[in-house]
Protein backbone atom coordinates (compact mmCIF):
# COMPACT_ATOMS: atom_id res chain seq x y z
CA UNK A 1 0.00 0.00 0.00
CA UNK A 2 1.18 3.55 -0.26
CA UNK A 3 -0.09 6.62 1.57
CA UNK A 4 -0.11 10.02 0.21
CA UNK A 5 1.59 12.21 1.72
CA UNK A 6 4.42 9.24 1.97
CA UNK A 7 5.41 8.09 5.29
CA UNK A 8 9.09 8.27 5.97
CA UNK A 9 10.59 5.62 4.66
CA UNK A 10 12.56 4.82 7.69
CA UNK A 11 10.60 5.50 10.68
CA UNK A 12 6.70 3.86 8.97
CA UNK A 13 5.33 2.26 6.65
CA UNK A 14 1.48 2.60 4.87
CA UNK A 15 -1.00 0.48 5.68
CA UNK A 16 -4.21 -0.48 3.42
CA UNK A 17 -5.97 1.63 5.31
CA UNK A 18 -3.62 4.83 4.13
CA UNK A 19 -2.59 4.99 7.17
CA UNK A 20 1.32 5.49 7.99
CA UNK A 21 2.33 3.09 10.73
CA UNK A 22 5.18 4.59 13.11
CA UNK A 23 8.11 2.72 14.30
CA UNK A 24 8.76 2.56 18.26
CA UNK A 25 9.85 6.39 19.04
CA UNK A 26 8.78 7.75 16.06
CA UNK A 27 5.48 9.39 15.82
CA UNK A 28 3.17 11.83 13.62
CA UNK A 29 0.90 11.67 10.39
CA UNK A 30 4.31 10.93 8.32
CA UNK A 31 6.32 9.39 11.32
CA UNK A 32 8.54 12.32 11.25
CA UNK A 33 8.38 13.32 14.41
CA UNK A 34 10.49 12.01 17.30
CA UNK A 35 9.44 10.93 20.53
CA UNK A 36 11.12 12.34 23.17
CA UNK A 37 12.64 9.96 26.22
CA UNK A 38 9.70 9.24 29.09
CA UNK A 39 9.50 12.26 31.41
CA UNK A 40 11.07 14.75 29.74
CA UNK A 41 9.16 18.21 30.72
CA UNK A 42 10.51 20.69 29.20
CA UNK A 43 12.99 19.08 26.53
CA UNK A 44 13.22 18.09 22.53
CA UNK A 45 14.57 15.62 20.29
CA UNK A 46 16.35 14.95 17.34
CA UNK A 47 16.51 11.33 17.74
CA UNK A 48 13.88 8.82 19.33
CA UNK A 49 14.25 9.03 23.33
CA UNK A 50 16.38 12.22 23.59
CA UNK A 51 15.52 15.01 25.80
CA UNK A 52 17.36 17.81 24.61
CA UNK A 53 16.06 20.96 26.93
CA UNK A 54 15.06 24.16 25.71
CA UNK A 55 16.19 27.35 27.13
CA UNK A 56 15.86 27.83 30.66
CA UNK A 57 15.98 24.10 31.57
CA UNK A 58 18.55 21.81 32.74
CA UNK A 59 18.62 18.39 34.14
CA UNK A 60 18.31 14.67 32.67
CA UNK A 61 14.34 15.21 31.95
CA UNK A 62 14.94 18.82 31.44
CA UNK A 63 12.82 19.45 34.91
CA UNK A 64 15.21 21.68 36.54
CA UNK A 65 14.86 25.36 35.43
CA UNK A 66 17.72 28.43 35.86
CA UNK A 67 18.25 31.63 35.09
CA UNK A 68 21.06 34.05 34.69
CA UNK A 69 23.52 34.46 36.89
CA UNK A 70 22.73 38.40 37.48
CA UNK A 71 19.05 37.32 38.54
CA UNK A 72 20.16 34.56 40.85
CA UNK A 73 22.58 36.91 42.54
CA UNK A 74 20.07 39.26 42.98
CA UNK A 75 18.06 37.02 44.70
CA UNK A 76 20.49 34.79 46.67
CA UNK A 77 19.68 36.20 50.11
CA UNK A 78 15.80 35.02 49.65
CA UNK A 79 16.43 31.66 48.56
CA UNK A 80 18.92 29.49 50.41
CA UNK A 81 17.84 26.66 48.39
CA UNK A 82 20.51 28.05 44.97
CA UNK A 83 23.09 25.88 44.60
CA UNK A 84 25.87 26.27 42.36
CA UNK A 85 26.02 23.80 39.46
CA UNK A 86 28.53 23.11 36.54
CA UNK A 87 26.17 22.26 34.07
CA UNK A 88 27.31 22.48 30.55
CA UNK A 89 24.46 24.78 29.72
CA UNK A 90 25.68 27.89 31.41
CA UNK A 91 24.02 31.23 30.17
CA UNK A 92 27.34 32.95 30.74
CA UNK A 93 30.21 31.15 28.67
CA UNK A 94 32.73 30.07 31.71
CA UNK A 95 30.81 31.70 34.03
CA UNK A 96 29.00 29.60 37.65
CA UNK A 97 25.26 29.75 37.58
CA UNK A 98 22.84 28.78 39.70
CA UNK A 99 20.27 26.06 39.26
CA UNK A 100 17.06 27.28 40.67
CA UNK A 101 14.32 24.02 40.79
CA UNK A 102 11.24 24.59 38.75
CA UNK A 103 8.84 24.44 41.51
CA UNK A 104 10.41 27.47 43.06
CA UNK A 105 9.91 29.89 40.21
CA UNK A 106 6.40 30.83 40.66
CA UNK A 107 7.05 31.77 44.22
CA UNK A 108 10.78 33.22 43.08
CA UNK A 109 8.99 36.06 40.47
CA UNK A 110 6.64 37.12 43.81
CA UNK A 111 9.08 37.52 46.20
CA UNK A 112 7.30 35.76 48.93
Known amino acids: ?7 NPRNGFCEDDNVCRC ?3 WQGPLCDQCVTSPGC ?3 LCEEPW ?3 CTDGWDGEL ?16 YLPALAPTTSSQ ?7 HFLIPAHLVPCILTIC
Do not use: K, M, N, Y
Open 23 to 25: QPG
Open 50 to 52: QCI
Open 90 to 96: SPVAGGP
Open 62 to 77: CDRGWHSPLFTSALRP
Open 41 to 43: LHG
Open 1 to 7: AECFPAC
